[in-house]
């Protein structure tokens, strides 16, 4: 598996090797291993499954406050997402940047998030599909979100309207945000 640097740090955009042949395909989406050797030290607890219906359905940007805070390794399992994620780490050089990654089942590229980032997604085809792995339990008290369209973050999301939860719909800005 290759781990490709992204321009937040921390965050890795994993490109696994693909086992082809007539039946199908193998590929292993995690090594304990392969994530130390690349100074990665995490133990995922849960796994989280989504599925959307329609393309435009936007889910987030969600995350959790401290010591609650996930880190996640995010894959498309059929179709295909517009992955974001923004960094809310006090102290990182890239307080408040976003990147996004196109997550599609048809190379089965992964996103690995690391605690202290809000994450979200919108689906770009129908019967989209994501699993992601997670290294803290969901804590509601602990709950946490951003607008998708919050102006100070400028995100370009691939859709005007999104199809969004009400929860969604009503996520606080970015400086409305309980620190």
């Not at 392969?34 to 889910?59: C, H, K, P, T, W």
């Not at 998030?113 to 129908?126: E, I």
Request: charged share 20%.
């Amino acid at each position: 598996m290759e781990f490709i640097e992204t321009a937040l740090p921390g965050a890795f955009v994993l490109k696994p090797v693909i086992h082809r042949d007539a039946r199908g395909f193998f590929v292993e989406t995690f090594s304990n291993r392969m994530f130390a050797d690349n100074g990665i030290e995490v133990q995922f607890v849960q796994d989280n499954y989504s599925f959307s219906r329609q393309r435009g359905v936007l889910r987030g940007l969600h995350f959790q406050y401290f010591p609650h805070a996930q880190a996640k390794l995010v894959m498309a399992i059929s179709g295909a997402i517009y992955d974001v994620i923004v960094d809310l780490r006090k102290d990182s050089p890239t307080v408040h940047q976003w990147i996004s990654v196109e997550l599609d089942s048809s190379d089965l590229r992964m996103l690995y998030v690391p605690r202290g980032f809000a994450h979200g997604f919108c689906t770009l085809q129908d019967n989209t599909r994501v699993l992601y792995k997670v290294d803290s339990p969901y804590a509601p008290q602990a709950d946490g979100g951003i607008r998708w369209d919050d102006a100070d973050l400028a995100i370009e999301w691939p859709v005007a309207s999104p199809i969004l939860s009400e929860k969604d719909g009503q996520l606080p800005y970015l400086k409305d945000l309980a620190t």
